[in-house]
């Protein structure tokens, strides 16, 4: 199965940014909605944000719209997560996961049924 792999994280202070990046090598990857997850230690992994395969739409959940952006280059086969204004909540490995279904949960676009995942990246954020 193909490996996903993250890359980017860190210790930062509250307030400081990281990037992720996520190399995805899939046949598919241009036509793939892709997504950034997180697990928080204690609880379960939550979707963070997502991009449709065509780069148009993005999605977020609430506690990161205007402080996260995700991204995308198809030529590279990447996708990316700007991280700015970072929380101690925000503290979790991060994953990359690739060829989702976008879903409608509660109110928001989220993705779900990802096939493809990768390892993980430590995000720490100290206050």
């Known amino acids: 199965q193909a490996q996903l792999v993250e890359s980017g994280g860190g210790s930062v202070q509250a307030g400081g940014s990281l990037r992720l990046s996520c190399a995805a090598p899939?046949?598919?990857?241009?036509?793939?909605?892709m997504g950034w997850f997180r697990q928080a230690p204690g609880k379960e992994r939550e979707f963070v944000s997502g991009?449709?395969?065509?780069?148009?739409?993005?999605y977020y959940i609430d506690s990161v719209k205007g402080r996260f952006t995700i991204s995308r280059d198809n030529a590279k086969k990447t996708v990316y997560l700007q991280m700015n204004s970072l929380k101690p909540e925000d503290t979790a490995v991060y994953y990359c996961a690739a060829d989702c279904t976008r879903t409608y949960v509660g109110g928001t676009d989220v993705l779900r049924n990802c096939n493809y995942w990768g390892q993980g990246t430590q995000v720490t954020v100290s206050s």
């Open positions: 991009i449709h395969w065509s780069g148009s739409t993005r």
């Open positions: 899939l046949r598919s990857f241009s036509t793939d909605n």
